[in-house]
């Protein structure tokens, strides 16, 4: 018995010691949100959130520090005070497994200040602020059943969304919208505010997020992009929810889309399919991963440049595959979607796959005006031309990427990511162009048919590695990418040109039957090594060194027939293999500095860049060298949490691109044949912007402002030498020493909340312009300088009302005034006024009947361009009946397009060139459409 009772003693002393050993502790530090500085006695309470008695108690350190231990398990409120400053409230738990909280930074807001910013909703803060970062709790908004994420966002102060789910937060437009931080299909907002239930939204958080590079720095390099993050509830991170949707209508209209997502914890699965040719895309391909992608020479910021290939089709017409509005689309795509987080979050994967095809059949009309350079005599050569043309054009698509993230440790992360893409094109166009003198004699006619066949294929790997070494601020990363681009295009020409002289008789007869053949090969690897270096307090040096190597392969071809349908004789003067290497070695010095409200970045980006331009075919080789510098300077003045002001220069060169190099006569259109020009030099292009923004919560007023002008040295601009003897033109670049092309626009963008009636009132000014060249020529007219100047102005003024199932109202009008003129034309000019409108109105009825409308208005004044008024209106509407209690089962009848006013019409004019084109589109056509919203997360839909 004396043993047993010695025992149980020792027991319980073990028992005390390894419960004493549990810290469970809290530690942070108070500081001012504006001045950032320690508070030094505030009063920092730990209650128990049971019956809020107090547990734990101190005062702040001189530096606002505070460390409280010895608390146990359970759960807490931190209580925070300072003399007139708000007060600081936020629950916590301490178990086992979290026995320490570290509150970070507790940024405290004075009252004064508070008051004009920070909106409380009945007893359940509705804002919270934290830093930089806008807080929203879902629990103090109504969220009604089967309610969507964009439902929730309408409610939010400083948030409006419009009738196509663009969301817009204090005056910026939002471009991200994250789920618990992770990106979800990729970069389009809209498949997770239409997609995910309201009530399954904790905190909705809204912040400026930073590049990868400034986070992990902590050096501000202005890339920041509106974002905001949907915070799911812990109850609603278990289960499945998506829906269905199916629709049929007259004219063979229908539309097919499903979404299953399947949510545990941080693992999130989803995936889509879309079937449509009302011109619904898709769900995801609103982002930058669209069915195509584009094709040319492209250059980095640092003046190095790379061939894409991805377009290579010889110069022959090929489909990127985008749907704007033009023809009648088929499109069928799907997608599926991972990722998770694991390991105490050391580890992280996001992958996503993505399949879909699109086929547009096309109708157009063009008609256009071309002015020449008056001769000796005074007189304006003009040449009238009309094409009509029909086309198919097809493309199907998978990608596939991956993201891996590993925590080596607590100072250094490594982040893979690589992406696949393989495509198939085909276009096949019937085009037919007939050309008139100014006196109405004909000049020319042209048949020309084109198919093309392109197969792509693409990969991108990237490793970025950062480590942040022992004194704070010095950071080192790495950054090294490597892809190839693979593009195999084959396609046939075929054109009849006939040319006829002034009494309509032909002169001229020009045939081509061609086999175009583009066999493109690109490949890159490029390494970025930064490292930065705390000066001071305040100033920091961000030094880099990258390398990069770019090869290209582009072997073009033009085959004439031995024999009908037998291609095997080989066009010289049509057809050329290059080799364009390129090797750039490139460093940078920049400073960033910090004080209060300030920051500044001011410094260089230099590289020395090597090309290697080689003709297989016509033998020459060429070698060039360019130092391209990059001076860059950026100052933003933050006023308060919510304004701030600032201004940025950046100048970069800009060199010619391979088809502008490139040696090789292009005849894919005969009458308009293109010339490369080896001797090209770089331009130059000096930019400056600015902008200023200012928020009230409060209120919900903003006021958004931002301007920005550049100039061009030495750039490049097209020469056209046009033959008015038989109406062709020879276009080739060329570098313009004495003359500098600029542009600029200015916007200012001002909204206001009238709280007593709920209306959100807007208003945008803007302006913008431009001034251009070109080089025109005539037999008659050697050389002439063209210097096109336009200029437009328009003003809107926007009102919004939103109440929870009962209406919404939407309406944006304004007028516009545009100058444009030509210096070849003096006489001629596109000056005309225009007003533009839209609209959407949706009212909720009984019996769970919805009725919605929206259109657009669309006038265009005559000018001395156009001889006739453009009028357009066009309006849609829906009437909606949603049953059960959730009313998560709808059944909708829309009508497209009401008027049928929808005409395919788009005018413009420019340089010595005014166009007018007609299109085939989608028109009026009614479709009746069943949507099921299903779920299981989390216990369902919340209770009425």
Request: glycine fraction near 8%.
């Amino acid at each position: 018995m004396k043993h047993t009772f010695t025992t149980l003693i020792l027991l319980c002393f073990l028992t005390l010691t390894a419960t004493a050993q549990k810290t469970y502790l809290v530690k942070g530090s108070v500081r001012d949100s504006v001045a950032n500085a320690g508070l030094h006695n505030a009063s920092v309470s730990i209650l128990n959130a049971k019956d809020s008695t107090l547990r734990k108690f101190m005062r702040a350190t001189t530096n606002g520090s505070f460390n409280l231990g010895n608390l146990g398990k359970g759960q807490f409120i931190l209580l925070v005070t300072y003399p007139d400053y708000a007060d600081y409230v936020e629950k916590f738990t301490l178990d086992s497994v979290h026995t320490e909280r570290s509150f970070g930074n507790i940024n405290m807001a004075l009252k004064s200040r508070l008051l004009k910013e920070v909106l409380i909703k009945g007893s359940v803060a509705a804002i919270k602020i934290k830093g930089d970062t806008t807080e929203y709790n879902a629990k103090a908004f109504v969220i009604q059943p089967n309610s969507k994420v964009e439902d929730l966002l309408k409610q939010l102060p400083g948030i409006q969304v419009d009738k196509d789910g663009k969301i817009t937060a204090q005056g910026q437009t939002v471009q991200k919208v994250l789920v618990d931080g992770e990106e979800f299909f990729g970069d389009d907002p809209t498949l997770v505010t239409k997609n995910i239930r309201g009530d399954m939204v904790d905190k909705v958080q809204l912040y400026d997020k930073k590049s990868d590079q400034a986070t992990f720095t902590g050096i501000d390099d202005g890339e920041k992009t509106k974002t905001i993050n949907i915070k799911l509830k812990e109850d609603k991170k278990n289960g499945y929810f998506g829906k269905l949707n199916a629709g049929v209508g007259n004219d063979g209209y229908y539309e097919g889309q499903s979404l299953f997502n399947k949510f545990k914890g941080k693992q999130k699965m989803s995936a889509y399919f879309t079937l449509s040719n009302t011109g619904k895309t898709g769900l995801g391909w609103d982002d930058n991963n669209k069915l195509g992608a584009g094709g040319g020479m492209q250059f980095s910021d640092d003046g190095g440049a790379y061939f894409d290939g991805s377009g290579g089709d010889n110069g022959l017409d090929s489909f990127g595959g985008q749907y704007y509005g033009e023809g009648i689309p088929v499109t069928r795509s799907g997608g599926l979607h991972f990722d998770n987080k694991w390991n105490k979050d050391k580890y992280a994967l996001n992958t996503n796959y993505k399949i879909g095809s699109i086929t547009i059949d096309g109708t157009r009309n063009t008609i256009s005006q071309q002015n020449l350079p008056a001769n000796a005599a005074g007189n304006v050569d003009i040449i009238n031309s009309n094409n009509s043309q029909t086309s198919n054009n097809y493309m199907f698509r998978q990608k596939l990427d991956a993201t891996f993230t590993l925590a080596i440790d607590t100072t250094s992360n490594i982040k893979f990511s690589v992406d696949g893409t393989v495509k198939n094109s085909t276009t096949h166009s019937r085009s037919n162009t007939e050309s008139r003198r100014g006196d109405g004699s004909l000049l020319n006619m042209n048949l020309r048919n084109v198919d093309n066949d392109v197969d792509n294929e693409q990969f991108n790997a990237t490793v970025f590695y950062t480590k942040k070494l022992k004194k704070k601020g010095r950071t080192l990363s790495v950054n090294f990418n490597t892809g190839f681009n693979n593009s195999d295009a084959n396609g046939y020409l075929r054109s009849d040109l006939e040319i006829y002289n002034l009494q309509g008789q032909p002169t001229t007869s020009q045939k081509i039957d061609q086999l175009k053949t583009d066999d493109t090969k690109t490949s890159r690897v490029n390494t970025v090594a930064t490292y930065t270096e705390p000066l001071s307090k305040y100033l920091s040096a961000i030094v880099s060194y990258g390398l990069s190597f770019n090869n290209s392969n582009a072997d073009r071809r033009s085959y004439d027939q031995s024999a009908p349908g037998v291609y095997n004789i080989l066009n010289d003067s049509l057809s050329n293999h290059y080799i364009f290497n390129q090797v750039s070695n490139r460093g940078g010095l920049n400073f960033n500095y910090k004080r209060g409200k300030s920051t500044l970045r001011f410094g260089t980006n230099v590289a020395d860049v090597t090309f290697k331009q080689e003709d297989l075919i016509g033998g020459s080789l060429r070698k060039r060298s360019f130092t391209n510098w990059n001076p860059s300077a950026n100052y933003q003045y933050k006023i308060s949490t919510y304004g701030s002001f600032s201004f940025n220069y950046y100048g970069n060169q800009t060199q010619p691109t391979l088809d502008q190099l490139q040696p090789i006569r292009v005849n894919t259109d005969p009458l308009n044949i293109v010339l490369g020009n080896p001797l090209l030099k770089p331009s130059f292009t000096h930019r400056v912007s600015a902008w200023y923004n200012m928020y009230k919560v409060l209120s919900e007023q903003s006021i958004w402002f931002s301007g920005n002008y550049s100039f061009t040295t030495n750039p490049i601009v097209n020469n056209v030498f046009t033959d008015t003897q038989q109406g062709k033109s020879t276009i080739q670049a060329i570098n313009l020493n004495n003359e500098r092309p600029h542009n600029y626009n200015i916007n200012i963008d001002m909204g206001r909340k009238i709280t007593a009636i709920g209306l959100n009132l807007g208003a945008r000014l803007s302006t913008n312009g431009q001034v251009y060249y070109s080089m025109v020529s005539t037999p008659s007219v050697p050389s002439a300088l063209n210097r096109t100047h336009t200029n437009r102005y328009s003003g809107q003024l926007s009102l919004s009302k939103y109440k929870e199932k009962k209406f919404q109202v939407y309406i944006n009008a304004g007028p516009d005034y545009t100058i444009g003129q030509s210096s070849l034309q003096p006489e001629i000019n596109n000056n005309g006024r225009g007003f533009n409108a839209d609209y959407y109105i949706s009212v909720y009825l009984p019996f769970k009947i919805q009725i919605s409308s929206d259109g657009q208005y669309e006038y265009k004044a005559a000018t001395q361009s156009f001889a006739t008024d453009f009028n357009q209106t066009i309006i849609n509407a829906s009437i909606t009946k949603s049953f059960f209690k959730a009313e998560n089962l709808k059944l909708i009848l829309r009508g497209n397009d009401l008027l049928n006013q929808n005409s395919g019409f788009s005018r413009s004019a420019s340089s010595n060139l005014i166009t007018q084109t007609q299109y085939n589109t989608i028109r009026r056509y009614f479709l009746l459409s069943v949507t099921w919203d299903f779920s299981g997360m989390g216990g369902g839909a919340p209770k009425k």
